[in-house]
């Protein structure tokens, strides 16, 4: 089983268009999905699930739509921290506070602040996330401690970049047939297992998800050797 699961949830405009629904219909559904999907692997003995669900290039979408993800986003890390609560998950964020708005930063605080004793497995939220700009940060943050250059190893980046606690992605599952990693978790992800699902993330099941968890378990995983 692997101990970090990563999302990238993919598909959800694409999944409503196929339905005959508003486009942002299909970003409520693939929420509501998440949960579900969430709720499975940590049943199934996943620790760390890591989901992409707004990237920094996202920006460039139609202001609709990036202030329905916003307002999206404000009710994950509010209304529904008490069935996060219920079922003992804790919640992180990963991402720049780069131009999110104070209602978001609130919520996200308060989410994280809340869920942070809870043990049962660890949801992270990759929001405003990008993973260029993750490393970028991690450099910032190394340069600005003043360290010497030879001092500088993978493990100083490591404990760096968002959420050091977070370990690497052992196994990563992007829907809707795209076969790519688009900025995704780029220092985490360096020997994680890649699968790839043609169906669009709503669509998705817990029984995909069995399969695909299953395929992983007859992988041999070398890490170079």
């Known amino acids: 089983m692997p101990r970090h699961l990563g999302l990238i949830l993919d598909g959800n405009r694409r999944w409503a ?3 005959g629904l508003p486009k942002l ?13 969430a709720d499975a692997a940590l049943d199934q003995g996943v620790e760390y699930l890591s989901a992409y ?14 202030g329905y993800l916003m307002k999206l986003v404000v009710e994950v890390f509010t209304k529904d921290i008490e069935s996060f609560m219920e079922k003992n998950v804790k ?6 506070r780069e131009r999110l708005s104070k209602a978001v930063l609130n919520a996200i605080s308060r989410a994280e602040e809340q869920t942070k004793d809870n043990n049962r497995g660890t949801l992270a939220l990759c929001f405003n996330y990008g993973g260029h700009l993750e490393i970028v940060d991690a ?3 190394i340069v600005a401690s003043g360290v010497d250059e030879d001092e500088v190893d993978e493990k100083l980046i490591e404990q760096n970049i968002y959420r050091p606690e977070v370990p690497p992605v052992d196994f990563m599952i992007r829907t809707s047939g795209e076969q790519r990693l688009s900025n995704f978790m780029l220092w985490r992800i360096a020997y994680a297992e890649l699968h790839f699902v043609d169906k669009h993330w709503p669509a998705f099941t817990v029984e995909d998800l069995e399969q695909a968890l299953e395929e992983y378990s007859a992988r041999q995983r070398r890490f170079g050797k």
Do not use: D, P
């Open 53 to 66: 669900i707004f990237s920094t290039e996202n920006w460039n979408r139609a202001e609709k739509e990036v």
């Open 17 to 19: 268009k196929s339905a």
């Open 139 to 141: 450099v910032k943050r």
């Open 91 to 96: 919640i992180v964020f990963l991402g720049s």
């Open 25 to 37: 219909q299909g970003h409520k559904k693939g929420y509501e999905n998440l949960k579900v999907i």
